[in-house]
Nanobody, 119 residues
C-alpha cells in the first residue's frame, strides 16, 4: 500500500534550519510529483513547495521562496525540504503528499511532522 513517512521536524530557534524528509513506498515514486504542505493552528493547509517527478521543476509559496529548498532523490524514494532562516510564522505541521502531476490534486498524504520555531 502507499505510504509516505515524514521525519525531521522539531523545535528550533528563529534563524535556524531544519531538513524534513519524506520516504515513499508502495508506488512508483518516479511517476509522481511530490509536494510539501503545512497547516498552522487555526489556519488552512497551504502548499509550501512542489517538485516534478523528474526533479527538474520546482515551485514555492511566496512566504518561503529563497529560504526553503525542495529536492528529491529518486534512488531513495525520498523528497526533502531544506528550511533555512526559519521564522516563528513557519510553525506548523508539515505534510508531504503525492500528485499525478505538478500542481495536481494530492491523493495520498503522510502523517505529518511538527515544526516549531521559537522567537
Amino acid at each position: 500500500q502507499v505510504q509516505l513517512v515524514e521525519s525531521g521536524g522539531g523545535l528550533v530557534q528563529a534563524g535556524g534550519s531544519l531538513r524534513l524528509s519524506c520516504t515513499a513506498s508502495g508506488f512508483t515514486f518516479t511517476s509522481y510529483a511530490m509536494s510539501w504542505y503545512r497547516r498552522a493552528p487555526g489556519k488552512e493547509r497551504e502548499l509550501v513547495a512542489t517538485i516534478r517527478s523528474t526533479g527538474g521543476t520546482t515551485s514555492y509559496a511566496g512566504a518561503v521562496k529563497g529560504r526553503f529548498t525542495i529536492s528529491r532523490d529518486n534512488a531513495k524514494n525520498t523528497v526533502y525540504l531544506q528550511m533555512n532562516s526559519l521564522k516563528p510564522e513557519d510553525t506548523a505541521m508539515y505534510y508531504c503528499g503525492r500528485a499525478a502531476r505538478l500542481y495536481g490534486l494530492v491523493d495520498y498524504w503522510g502523517q505529518g511532522t511538527q515544526v516549531t520555531v521559537s522567537s
